[in-house]
């Protein structure tokens, strides 16, 4: 039986790393979450303790919700990492420069056994690699979102990446009671490569005016069995994100990533999805 890491860090404690810290909390690790100061650490502790209670209350955890809450820190800068830090998963917003620094800091601050992964969703993982000393012990550990509820973490090998350090990745997934896909680091990998192509293909339909969003998602939900559809997964993503990541692919792959005009102006007026409260559909 597989374990997960004893001591864990999440550098970001928004929703993307709040749900991982939950995730190897539940799994028995010890997770330290830096965080940009004390507010925003305090923060995230409120997040991942609201979620834990919520998990609790629909029968999802093995123990009483205060004790896995119990088993996660939050520290305000990375000097205060713990050196004896098995896995550091770095989940902060795509932004290749800010990940590169913190990454690079968390690499000085624990020991030099730790594995680095990044939460990237479509960045370089091979240029992220470049500015640590041991990129043998990176990759990237793609999660997905909500991160306690999804089943997937999708496994990105770089070219330098160690294959000890693939086979710890793959049983820390197992031991959270995830599923794996491994894939060789390339624009976009393979699920938001793959679900982006379909996500600015129904917005432009929308842009044509071919059908509403409703029935654009009911037409793949319904036929093709998907949980749900592009634009009601765009809205839970956030509009901006999916935004950002088009034009990531469409520099790197070409026009067939190009932003739509609708996307780009709902992302002007402010209408991100589900965290502002409209996007293709009002939450």
Known sequence: MTSAPRTVVVIGGGRMGAGIAQSFAAAGSAVTVVESGAQAAAAALERIAGSLRRAADRGRLAEAADQVAGRVTAVPAM???????????????????????????AEDAVGAAAVLA???????VTDLAAVLRRPDRFLGMHFFNPVPASALVEIVVAPGTAP???????????????????????????????????????IRMVEEGVAAPEAIDDA????????????????????????????????????????????????????????????????
């Open 79 to 105: 000097a205060a990492l713990p050196a004896e830090a098995e896995l550091v998963v770095e989940a902060v917003p795509e932004d290749a420069a800010l990940k590169a620094r913190l990454l690079k800091d």
């Open 118 to 124: 990044t939460n990237t969703s479509s960045l370089s």
């Open 220 to 283: 793949m939900r319904l036929g093709y069995k998907h949980p749900m559809g592009p634009l009601r997964l765009t809205d839970l993503v956030g509009l901006d994100v999916r935004l950002a990541i088009a034009e990531h692919l469409h520099e790197a792959l070409g026009d067939r990533f190009a932003p739509p005009r609708l996307l780009r102006d709902k992302v002007a007026r402010g209408e991100l999805g589900q965290k502002t409260g409209q996007g293709f559909y009002p939450w």
């Open 164 to 202: 000890h350090t693939v086979e710890a990745a793959l049983q820390w997934t197992r031991a959270l009671g995830k599923q794996d896909v491994v894939v060789k680091d390339s624009p976009g990998f393979a699920s938001s490569r793959l679900g982006l192509a379909l996500g600015l293909e129904a």
